[in-house]
């Protein structure tokens, strides 16, 4: 399973230097559909703020600061996990094949990293694992939001059903069902910091 679901993210040509990158994140959350660019959480479902993660980090590159390519829409805890690190240490380079980071928004980030059944977020490649390491998707509960989202698409469903007054006895039960485990999960999002 793909970390960004079926939502495909890339960043619009034609975006010259910007004044300063804050100002680019209307388009930016529009170019990322919304989600965190590194683990896929969607800011609405989570109802958090998100942050602009400078891809190079400004203290390596202080020229890339307001350049829109480098910007890269994330939740505020990939944003702080990842701060400074940039394993190649050669602002040039993103990764040797071996260490460092993936641009989110190109379709290589498929390549190395993916989503699996319980939702948590895996490396694929060394270089996907070595991306889950500097991320620390290998300690994070990276499975609450895709499960909270994955509660959220089957609660619409039942919602249109009882809407067009479709819905059957059993289903509402089931839907009071889903409603606990999403509080729950909801609950463990929040205390996890996720
Ligand atoms: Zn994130």
Redesign the pocket.
């Known amino acids: 399973m793909r970390v960004h679901g079926d939502r495909i993210i890339r960043r619009r040509s034609g975006i010259t230097k910007l004044k300063k990158y804050s100002e680019a994140r209307k388009i930016l959350a529009e170019d990322f559909k919304n989600i965190?660019g590194?683990?896929?959480?969607d800011s609405h479902i989570m109802h958090e703020r998100f942050h602009v993660d400078h891809f190079v980090p400004v203290s390596l590159n202080p020229e890339r600061e307001n350049d829109y390519y480098n910007l890269v829409w994330?939740?505020p805890?990939?944003n702080l996990v990842k701060s400074n690190k940039w394993p190649t240490e050669n602002k040039e380079i993103a990764n040797d094949g071996n260490k460092g980071f993936v641009d989110p928004a190109t379709e290589e980030y498929d390549k190395h990293i993916e989503r699996n059944e319980q939702g948590y977020i895996c490396g694929k490649t060394l270089l996907g694992r070595n991306i889950c390491e500097n991320l620390n998707f290998h300690i994070r509960r990276t499975d609450l939001y895709w499960k909270i989202h994955s509660l959220y698409k089957i609660q619409e469903k039942l919602e249109e059903l009882f809407d067009k007054q479709k819905l059957s006895e059993a289903e509402k039960d089931f839907y009071i069902e889903t409603n606990k485990l999403l509080k729950r999960y909801v609950n463990d999002a929040f205390d996890e910091r996720e």
């Open positions: 965190c590194y683990c896929g959480k994330a939740c805890k990939c």
